[in-house]
């Protein structure tokens, strides 16, 4: 029991020490003066050393964030730049790391620094002069009171910014999370570090290398010599997307002069990743996951003078001898593949003297089935080849290119060995053969482009293929294409798409330009000729594709999309056997089309439909993206009416609808009308001038004709009719009627009037009836009726308004001074004024004559 009382009372009193060291701590280290003093010292000593101006925010000074050392943490660090004075770094927050036995002998020996958020600038301005020279690594930054012993350094969430206008250079990229042991000795500063660069851009007059890319550093090693002003890396390791390089060499820092780089570079354990690393990210990320066997090299240098004014000499060499390339989906092995390649920056170490260079790119495009490429052997015949190239880019100011290519494909093997993002499936032969030599700004331009040397041929052989964004199955395209220049001879390209045919013969300029430079105004692809087809169903055609293939996914109406590509143009003669869009048919389809910069111009469009025929003279705009309008004249003739009006939906109105007309049509149609890129037509933006005449017809329960007989106790079905002429006019959703004229067996009648979409029909008819008496139809007192009793004839002037379904007649009002006739005859001139002021008849077509625009919301 003496024992545990004893032993108890041990720790007691350890505790109680605890406590009372812990008290003297927090007594020591958080007076504020204390505190202040620690914070001079250490920013003093900094803006001394550093030369320059420092600001701070908030201190804090503790020991229980890295017990038992101290802790000294600014937020909010403000460094200036010299000697712009523009900021050189800002950071959130910068922790230093104190000796506690050097603190209480009244030295601030700082051990490890930590820093967290924030930015670093260096910045050259066009005069050469940067703002980060006042930076000295070789000084010293310790004296009596402040002692820098720097053991560990860590950088957190650091963007760091390179910008030289005059040189065209922007580096930026954000240090996510770097950790380095540090030695300092009198000559030395070293640093063993690991870590990871985000967002890392690089650069230089335009031409982005790098863009948004990772960089991880492993087990990387970089020596300063104070002395010399050297900067050994031994070695650098780095990660690149997913591709291992090692990095050796020195940067030797000067004052006053050009600072000097002498680098190698080599990959690690190469592979195909080495070769396609600084490809575009979509095709190395593609191809991380493929097997290679077979040499591999990737190796360059970087050396000589780096200054604002001078820039190293850069050297890559790369390439491959003999090696095979599996594909992960399928025991596909493209096989014999070799070529080899070199980048510079040329005698000046500039852009304008760069070049790239790819020598012997040859190999076997015939896909084997290997199941294990690391025991297959590597064949070194190369009789199948059939695969042969090189490429050379020259002054990456003006580029100059030049392009030797002959290759022949199965589409098959080809994509199932290298899946491409725009094919669903893809079988057939694709077969080229091209030599391209010119400026690359000169393949751009129509003019220019003739000074481009380019000869060769590209053939498809039953090329079938689906796309991945469209249901439809491209079936038997074949076709010959003889490269002469900027000038491409078509020859018999034909097929089927779903379930239209074609066959184009021609002339196609800028086909180059438009396949390997796209997203240039002035690469549009042009050709000129003649398209022959037995059918093209536009229904099946303009449905847009859903992406999958469930029930829910299926096309809607809503689908249906127009879209002209502001890249192509054309100048075609069109013969095509049948037209579809279902319910419109049409056969014996020819015209003449041209588009250009997104304007379709149509020409003697030559059709039978609905037993007649039908001509048009139009431009189609499609210039805007969320409408398109349609300026032209269509002339109908002998066609059969009711056929008519349900092929083309009954022209989306109400008015009259195809059950409601027979009769053989001819009509002259001048109209301008809006469509969203849905094609829908835009109703408040329907402009027409419309000249009507239909023959041996009737109308069919149409109620605007049948409610004036009603009226005057007359009822009529169907009403019959040798000839009926109407004149109409569409504004503002108001169809206006000068006047409408129908020869019918019961009685020849006139109308004259509008009616709107929103209030209905308001017009008016006259009705000549000759032997009324014998028919008993009764005329009230007071009415307005006009009897020729010699005739035998009376004249009734009947007013109808409402809509379709709730049309109201009545007796047409007039002043008792007013004749019934020169009432009719004014009203008439009246309407007939409005049609002639307004006409579009006589105007010559125009682009965009529709004044109101129409957006798809």
Known sequence: MRKFFRRFFIIILILAGLAALTAVGFALFYTPSQTAEVQQEVVKRLRKSLNTNIKTGEVDFDFTTNFPALTLTIKKLEMEGKPHRRNFASIDKIQFTLDFNEYLSGRYTINKMEVEGGSLNFLIDNNGKDNYGFFDLAASISDSTVNFNLQSISLKN??????????????????????????????????????????????????????????????SKISFNRSNGRVNIQPLQITLRETNFEIK??????????????LNIEGVNQDLKSLTVFMPAKVHNKLLDYKT??????????????????????????????????????????????????????????????????????????????????????????????????????NFLKPYV?????????MEAFTEFYPLDAFKKANGLFGIKLYLEGLVEDLTKEKEANDVRMTGAMEFKKLNFTLTENPLEFKEINGDFTFNNNTTTVENFSGKIGQSDFAINGLLKNLIPYLFIPDVE??????????????????????????????????SPRNYTLFVPADVAFNLN?????????????????????????????????????????????????????????????QFNKVRANRLMRAFGNFSQRFIQASNMTGTMTADVETGLVFNKHMQVNLPNVVADIDVKVNNGSLVNFAPVQQPFNYINLRVGNLAFTEMRQVLQIRNETVFIPEMTIQSTISPLSIIGSYTVDQGFNYKVKIPLAN?????????????VVVDRRKRLAIYYVTVKGGLDDLRGNYTEVPDSTNLEANWIKEKRFFVNIFNKTSLSGRELKIDTINQVYFDN
């Open 158 to 219: 650091l963007k760091v910014r390179y910008e030289n206008p005059a040189k065209k250079e922007k580096y930026n990229f954000t240090i996510d999370n770097i950790t380095s042991k540090v030695a300092i000795n009198p000559q030395f500063f070293d640093l063993d570090f690991t870590g990871k660069l985000t967002q890392l851009n690089f650069e230089v007059d335009r031409y982005n290398y790098l863009n948004q890319e990772q960089m991880t550093l492993g087990g």
């Open 249 to 262: 060499g020195y940067y030797d820092i000067k004052k006053g002069a050009a600072d000097a780089i002498s």
């Open 293 to 394: 066997k077979g040499n591999i090299d990737f190796k360059g240098t970087m050396k000589g003078n780096w200054s604002a004014q001078a820039f190293p000499h850069v050297e890559f060499d790369f390439g491959c001898r003999n090696i095979a390339i599996q594909s992960p989906n399928i025991e596909q092995v493209f096989q014999r593949f070799s070529f080899s390649g070199k980048f510079s920056n040329g005698a000046k170490n500039t852009l304008e003297t760069s070049f790239l260079k790819v020598d012997q790119l040859k190999g076997s495009l015939k896909f084997e089935r290997v199941k294990d490429l690391d025991n297959a052997s590597i064949r070194d015949s190369l009789k199948s080849e059939n695969l042969r190239g090189s490429f050379e880019l020259r």
């Open 402 to 410: 030049s392009v030797r290519l002959d290759a022949g494909l199965d």
């Open 522 to 555: 002035t690469s549009a692809a042009r050709l000129e000729g003649n398209l022959v087809a037995r059918k093209l169903d536009l229904k099946e055609l303009l449905q847009k594709a859903s992406l999958g293939t469930k029930a829910e996914d299926k096309i």
């Open 574 to 634: 069109c013969k095509i056997d049948s037209v579809q869009m279902r319910p419109f048919m049409a056969s014996g389809f020819t015209c003449d089309l041209a588009l250009n910069n997104r304007v379709l111009k149509t020409s003697n469009i030559n059709m039978q439909v609905a037993g007649g025929t039908m001509n048009v003279l139009g431009i189609f705009n499609a210039q805007k993206e969320n409408f398109f309008t349609f300026d032209g004249r269509m």
């Open 772 to 784: 009324y008496q014998q028919r008993n139809i009764k005329i009230e007192p007071n009415s307005s």
